[in-house]
């Protein structure tokens, strides 16, 4: 069974750091490329960070500088390294897996289930 299980969301202060997880199972973090992405209260969800084996990683324009996205494969995990938090970062944070052999992308495209950033003082 496929999963992705989000942890390390909360509450932070303007300019502090959260490293958030997502733990893979039921497939090998190879084969797919492995996105953050974050949707917050009326607005579209949007990707943040990816990260293939083959590719690297790639980033979001608001986000290049100060969030850096990690895998480690002998756990199957994937992390994302937020600093310098905003306000306007906060939202709730999506791990998301897609399969990177093309066609069978849209049939192996699965979500974790959030995780929540909050960035106040």
């Known amino acids: 069974q496929v999963q992705l299980v989000e942890s390390g969301g909360g509450l932070v202060q303007p300019g502090g750091s959260l490293r958030l997880s997502c733990a893979a199972s039921g497939f090998t973090l190879s084969n797919y490329a492995m996105n953050w992405y974050r949707q917050a209260p009326g607005k579209e969800r949007e990707l943040v960070a990816t990260i293939t084996t083959a590719d690297g990683t790639a980033y979001a324009d608001s986000v290049k500088g100060r969030f850096t996205i990690s895998s480690d494969n002998a756990k199957n995990t994937v992390y994302l390294q937020m600093n310098s938090l905003r306000p306007e970062d906060t939202a709730v944070y999506y791990c998301?897996?897609?399969?990177?052999?093309?066609?069978?992308?849209?049939?192996?495209?699965?979500w974790g289930q959030g995780t929540q950033v909050t960035v106040s003082s």
């Open positions: 998301h897996a897609r399969r990177l052999i093309a066609y069978l992308s849209s049939r192996y495209n699965y």
